[in-house]
Nanobody
Framework: QVQLVESGGGLVQAGGSLRLSCAASGSIARLNARGWYRQAPGKQRELVASITSDGSTNYADSVKGRFTISEDNTKNTVYLQINGLLPDDTGVYYC???????????????WGQGTQVTVSS
């Protein structure tokens, strides 16, 4: 079993910052990639940032320069630093963990319960 627990969401004004955390536990040794997704009201869940065990990162165009994904392997935790928050960043942010071979996802995806981010204008 794999457990992912997100934290750090909240209500912030536009231009503010947040740091989201995703702590992983359980059978995570084979899961070499993590991602942060968000789901805005009435919209599909979208990938905003990902990181692999070799430190490679990837970002959605809409968040480049404002979001930074990082990980602390000693704590099995992945972070998402969000700066310059915009009202369009509002949504539920989910942590995702999976195994990656090259460019392929292999096996099941694991999800956390999500953390709400609300940005007021």
């Amino acid at each position: 079993q794999v457990q992912l627990v997100e934290s750090g969401g909240g209500l912030v004004q536009a231009g503010g910052s947040l740091r989201l955390s995703c702590a992983a536990s359980g059978s995570i040794a084979r899961l070499n990639a993590r991602g942060w997704y968000r789901q805005a009201p009435g919209k599909q869940r979208e990938l905003v940032a990902s990181i692999t065990s070799d430190g490679s990162t990837n970002y959605a165009d809409s968040v480049k320069g404002r979001f930074t994904i990082s990980e602390d392997n000693t704590k099995n935790t992945v972070y998402l630093q969000i700066n310059g928050l915009l009202p369009d960043d509002t949504g539920v942010y989910y942590c995702n963990a999976y195994m990656r071979l090259g460019s392929l996802r292999v096996g099941p995806n694991y999800w956390g319960q999500g953390t709400q981010v609300t940005v007021s204008s």
